[in-house]
C-alpha cells in the first residue's frame, strides 16, 4: 500500500515508514504544502495513495463525497491527537501495523482511525 502523509503532520512520518519498508510521501516532499484539502484528496486518489492525517473532520467528508460522486479513492488514515503527540515515529510503527494486519481489503472509500502499536526495531 502506499500512503501520503498530509502536511499536519511531520515528514519525519514518511521518512521513518521508509526507513521500515513502506511506500510513503509527505505532502511537503511533493511539494504540494498549503494546497487545499479537497486538492490533496484528489492527488492521493489519483497516484493511489492511502491519505494520513490528523484532519478528521474535513477527510471524513470528503470520503462521503467523493463515494458519492463516485471519484476515485485510495483511503484516510485518521491519525489521533494523542499519537501526534507521541511522534513521528509512533505513527510510522503504527502504520507499519497497519500494513501488517490488513490483508488484501481494499481501502477504496474507507476513512478509519489509526490504531498505537508497539514501536519496534
Avoid at 10 to 31: F, K, Y
Avoid at 78 to 96: D, E, S
Wanted: charged residues 30%; contains cysteine; aromatic residues 8%.
Amino acid at each position: 500500500m502506499q500512503y501520503l502523509i498530509d502536511e499536519d503532520l511531520s515528514t519525519e512520518v514518511a521518512i521513518i515508514a521508509r526507513g521500515l519498508g513502506l511506500d510513503a510521501v509527505s505532502v511537503q516532499e511533493l511539494r504540494i504544502r498549503g494546497w487545499k484539502d479537497e486538492l490533496v484528496r484528489e492527488r492521493a486518489a489519483r497516484d493511489g495513495r492511502c491519505v494520513v492525517t490528523g484532519n478528521r473532520d474535513d477527510f471524513m467528508r470528503f470520503t462521503n463525497q467523493f463515494a458519492a460522486e463516485e471519484r476515485a479513492h485510495a483511503g484516510v488514515l485518521v491519525v489521533p491527537y494523542t499519537m501526534v503527540r507521541r511522534g513521528a515515529a509512533a505513527i510510522a510503527h503504527a502504520l507499519r501495523a497497519f500494513e501488517r494486519t490488513r490483508g488484501d481489503f481494499p481501502m477504496a472509500y474507507v476513512c478509519d482511525f489509526l490504531q498505537p502499536a508497539e514501536l519496534e526495531g
